[in-house]
């Protein structure tokens, strides 16, 4: 059978009709692979991102790959200032929107397979940008990441865990093969589109956020040997050094932030933290329905506030202590110091029972029962709970963490109270479980607690209560439901 020209090209166009009809169909989950349009164009484009606007090697450093030559461009927030003279070619695309222009897309001005995050101050070292391509490519292990050191400092592999649950980030030596972060100035390679499918695939400081998404996505890292030349520069002004210590420690904390890491745990065991603290506000709102908010979002305590609420449990036994005002441990506080001597990692308050008569021996105590909070020496804010006949310390005046103090009174051999929450374990007890108290660790001190806590546990929170944990209010969010 003959075919014409005319019937040739009907049948092509019925033909690329069907694939792009079959490729829309496949629409809400994205096309299949074969479908999507090519990843760019084989090479490596060089990203300027980790300057500062002062004191830079940024024209010289794009000078020297533009000659390459490969792609490079500059990424900043805004254009830098004071300006640079960029060579011919190299490209600036300011991150930041700006009313009257299109929202930045930098991943579309990307066309090469593969991208290189370059710090500043660096020279090439030609085929090294290749090599490092070729080791990515050649599928070792779970490498997306490759890097390179910078200068004469190798690169150190560390291994690195973000623990989302618990706000934190742990860095650790690197078994063999487990590399996850490295230590020193790195030139770090990924392929486009690994790079652009991350949240925050420009966020300072570079390394630091590519090695923190990189890791909750299992991504590993290779490091290779080869480094690039880094030319001596004149040391920075002291001026200068504060300018960039500051900025990058503001930086810093901004990826912290949004990677919802509070604390980092360092290599060699130091830490840094970046919660709340005194003068700030509490890591969370008001508690609706006894769920914190970070529980709805799959996390628990931030670890900055359960450390305030430590301190604040302590502080508060101290003084009550040395008051000689009787009081032991309630509610979630004594089921978390039964179960691991400790807060319950979820939890959002302490809760300490007192004698009601005892009120008047603490003068702190005395002044909040008497109308006003008051801060005691230590920062401490003491008040009567507007939504009772109860008690609350708070960490300070501004982080509203507290201790809540619940004053009971016996009567007939039976402790109650005259404020009732409405909780299930919020119930009368025997007296006999506060003689005596006994001591119990908490908290990293030593609490008073009720004799025989398991069966006043038992009977505040039913049978099972130690071994059985659960979040607050099960009706809202059940543990083990992320
Ligand atoms: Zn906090
Ligand atoms: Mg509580």
Redesign the pocket.
Known sequence: MRVTPCQAALAATIALNLLLLYCAWRGPGGPPPSCRPPRGVPGVTVLLRDFEDFENDLAATARAFAALPVPVLVVAETPPYPPVPLPPGVRLLPLLPSPDRPPPRPELHVRTRHVALVPDGTRPLPGLLERMRDALEAGAGDARVVAAPVGPGPLRCLELRLEPRTWTARYGPAAPGACRAAEGTPVLLLRTRDLFALPFPLARPLPTAIFSQAALRGWGLRVLPAAFPAPRRPPLSPHGRWKAENLADGRRRRLMRDLGV?REVLADGRERWY??GKETA??FGTVYARTPQYLLAGRWT?P??LR?LRETARHVTGVLEAAGVRYWLEGGSLLGAVRLGDIIPWDYDVDLGIYREDVAKCRWLAAAAAGDPVEDAEGFLWEKAAEGDFYRVHYSRSNRLHVDLWPFYPRGGVMTKDTWLGHPQDVEFPESFLQPRVPLPFAGFTAMAPNNARAFLELKFGPGAIENPEYPNPAVKRLGQD
């Open positions: 509070k919660g709340c509490r890591c931030p900055c506030c305030a």
